[in-house]
């Protein structure tokens, strides 16, 4: 059924489009999304409209019987399918955060309706043809074109040849069918994990227990058994804000095993929602996707518009990192194998907890400890503190605004000068079990851009799945929370400097995108920045120096279980993405052996196991995982210059980092970028160091 017909039974189906909010301007604060007003019917109906006007203008954009030139197809095509964008933005930005049953319904449905629209786009020869004519005369054309025009139209033509726009129409139908059946694929794979994480409970009916475990972690266990309908037990599950601090705490080992067990299994227990099957479908097709367009496998299909640009090129850089990681996660082992002795061998279970009573013994530090003094208010501040001394920039929260969801926050950001405006920060922090995908994102509700010469702002969002208060006591952030905290704050500063002209220019390579966020975390523990936010929660006492001290002395530790975790997650998604038979994969096996040749020790499985890595299966990290610690390399290195600089508020720098990293979008090549701010080559030496690994 094409996509004009499914709209044209949808209006017959009584769907009055003055009634869809999408179909008009909103009379809201800075034009956000009405979100209180939205259903899942007015969503479905603005997707298929958006994909009929974008037909329709793409149809005049190659109809047009002037000369193909800049304007009249390149920046033609760039503006069209607004409606689209608009639509697409909102429903994926709330879909993420309040992950219903019926915009999930909804998402499964879509999905694969996009991605046959953009292959009929993308496979559209009489448009490519034009396109094309533009890129041939780009250096005879007597019309210059400035530096974003040229990158738009590379950029453009590039996307057309990935594409498969050179393809025969036989080639070309084939891989809309892989296309099509991959977006399927990896929705569903989202769709499983997010089921299965939210299925499982850790029920506890006895109170020895529950020994060990923290207050709050007992308090939120009760809450969320009394949600459950059960009365008088405690109730754990399989996100971070309840599995973690469990691990960490618990002492009784047979329940620790127990739900590790259940995370490290989840989507591999051969029921309806595992997702063996999904991956080996995934990665052949990504490989027939890659062989068709004539590469030697998906890794070097991905690479090639990123930095690394080739496989070789992350392999080296992931075992340069490997083998000092891996000595110090052998020692770290070794140390808590000796603080048990001999009554077991350390196992994967044990590791968090004994991890933590190693630091309480060599440092007298622990999370708990540390988290009366991070209230996530007064962290939040904290961030908007150091924005302000490194940017001047200001954020002021908007109370009477439309938000994605009633626990978000809404803020306006405004520049140095007190009257620029910026943009629109939401924030969402809390963990919602079953309602919220898992982990900590920063997205768009709408992107930067200009119409005319007005700049268009964007609407940012941070969503993390951090603990909630508990009773009358506020949030209390972990140290690893804070930071992600930073982390993410750091991707918004990215969407809100940034001032581009064209959404084609706005994107910069998944390599080089962690970069603006990792820089901040290095912020997050500064002793003059912990004297700002670090205050406890009760007393208002800032937090003593001798925490400050504890926490700077053991600012390295763990950091081999940390890097190799990490490191073997990449090495998984690499070796998935340059195997060239994955039609006879065994998922199982093939993770086995990707680790076992590396020499993994048995107790530290990858942070991410095959059938719950959301980041390369569904798509967003795919052959990129590696670029966390990509981008690692550039913000240890470019924090080294403020560290040189001897102030770590260096104005002059940060003006630096703005206008040649956070503002340019993709107008610049990514390494071009890096050096206009640095000055120099980037080098290894930083990121050994604040590992701790030279």
Known sequence: MTIAIVLSLMIQNNFAQGSNPFFQKWDTPYEVPPFEQLTVDHYREAFYKGMQEQQAEIK???????????????ASYDASGQLLRIVSAVFFGVSGAQSSPELLTLQTEITPALTKHSDEIMLNQLLFERVKHVYDYLETSSISLSKEEKRLLLELYRDFVRGGALLSETEKEKLKQINEEISRLQTQFGQNLLAETASYKLIIDKKEDLSGLPEDLIAAASNRAVKAGLKDRWVFGLDNPSIMPFLQSADKRELRRQILNAYLNRCNNNNDKDNKAIIKKLVTLRDNKAVLLGYGNFAEYALETRMAKTPRTVYDLLDQIWAPALKMARQERDDMQAMIGGAFTLEACDWKYYSEKIKQQKYNLSDEMMRPYFKSENVRDGIFWVCNRLYGISFTELKNIPKPHPDA?????????????????????????GFKRGGAWC????????????????????????????????????????????????????????????????????????????????????????????????????????????????????????????????????????????????????????????????????????????????????????SYIWSEVLDCDGFQAFVESGD??????????????????????????YLNFRQKQPVIDALLENRGLK
Not at 60 to 74: C, D, G, L, R, Y
């Open 60 to 74: 005049a954009i190659v109809s047009n019987p002037e000369k193909a030139n800049f304007q009249n197809t390149i």
């Open 648 to 673: 770590l508020f260096n104005k002059q720098l940060a003006g630096r980092f703005r206008k040649y990293i956070l503002e340019p979008g993709c107008i610049d090549d990514p390494m071009d970028m």
């Open 443 to 626: 997205g768009s509700y709408r992107t930067q851009y200009y119409e005319g010469n007005k700049r268009i702002l964007p609407l940012t969002t941070i969503v993390c799945n951090f603990t909630p208060p508990v009773g009358t006591d506020p949030a209390l952030l972990t140290a690893d929370e804070v930071e992600t905290f930073f982390h993410e704050f750091g991707h918004a500063l990215h969407n809100l400097f940034k001032n581009i002209r064209y959404h084609g220019t706005a994107s910069v390579s998944r390599d080089f995108v962690e970069l603006p966020s990792q820089i901040m975390e290095h912020w997050a523990f500064q002793p003059l920045v912990l004297a700002q936010y670090a205050r406890h929660y009760r007393t208002g006492e800032v937090i003593p120096q001798q925490l400050i001290d504890k926490m700077t002395a053991a600012s390295r530790f763990g950091q081999g279980f940390a890097t190799v975790e990490y490191l073997a997650a990449s090495y998984l998604d690499m070796d998935y993405h340059v195997e060239t038979s994955p039609q006879a994969l065994d998922v199982l096996k093939f993770e086995a052996a990707t680790l076992e040749k590396r020499g993994l020790i048995p107790q530290i499985p990858p942070r991410y196991r095959s059938t719950y890595f959301q980041h390369t299966m569904t798509g967003g990290y795919t052959a990129g995982y590696y």
């Open 409 to 433: 926050q809404a803020f306006l950001c405004k520049d140095a000068d007190g009257e620029t405006e910026l943009g629109v920060l939401f924030i969402d922090l809390y963990a919602r079990p």
